[in-house]
């Protein structure tokens, strides 16, 4: 199957959450004081997924103080009785909850938003679950969840759908509720790299997972060239070069000293290879899968 590598760090990296709720729903906080707490965490962009609330950033008239993107989450069982929370990113209408989990998701594709499967381990998914709706995305870490009872990882969700669809995005997100029983927020976000920062900007990115996610440590580059991929980090730890079942490769050691440059042979026979980067305490970062299907390939 012909691939691209999927990294084009030519602009700039923008800060940006995925999953957020506010008073629109069931948050504690307008989305004019989500903004100005976001904003004094250097936050570039946020998305609005209040459940079952269609956004309409654009009529919005109010000045804030850094960008906010249309979106929506869904909840519901689909017809084999599986539970289900999915972020869909970008503009969508007409989506109503008397409809059905189904129905509004199918919708929601149809207008073009992103599909993302939402802490899978929190609402007890099955790996078959994970690859029945042939997501856009999954979240590998939920800050919230994480908070709640510990359930915020995605990565094995992730990796079954790394195995039906090796361009399946991996997310980290806040799914920020900000009350007194929800009080995370930035513990889990997303780095895109794009030209400017708008919508579009950040969307098209988004789509073609020119962007990591992370718990904190930085990537300030990545490259391929030579059939060798090579990260510019943030002082890491560890690095680990991650594929299918127990494939992998690792770099740095428990007593060593810390890694700022790291580089991979990946081999041509896995089926998808992303990178894990582990910091020294214990927060992670992930690439999205280090290659994309090219537009005239089918996976």
Sequence with gaps: ????????????????????HSTASDGGKTFAEIAALYHSANYDFLFRTDHWVASAAADDPQEYPLLWIDGIELDGKDATGAYFHVVCLGKVAGIRREDGFGAALISAREQGALAILAHPHWCGNTLDDAVRWRFDGVEVYNHVCHWLNGKSGGLIHWDAA?????????????????????PGWNGGWIMANAAECTAPAILAAIRSGNYYSTCGPEIHSIAFADGEVRLETSPIQFARLVGPASNGKRLGSFGGELLTSVSFTVPENWRYAYIEIEDTQGRRAWTNPLFAPTSSSAV
Excluded: I, Q
């Design 1 to 20: 199957m012909p691939t691209t590598f999927r990294y084009d760090p030519s602009g700039r990296w923008f800060k940006g959450n995925t999953h957020l």
């Design 162 to 182: 790394l195995m039906a669809n090796p361009n399946t995005l991996g997310f980290a997100v806040d799914d920020a509720h900000l009350r007194p029983e929800h």
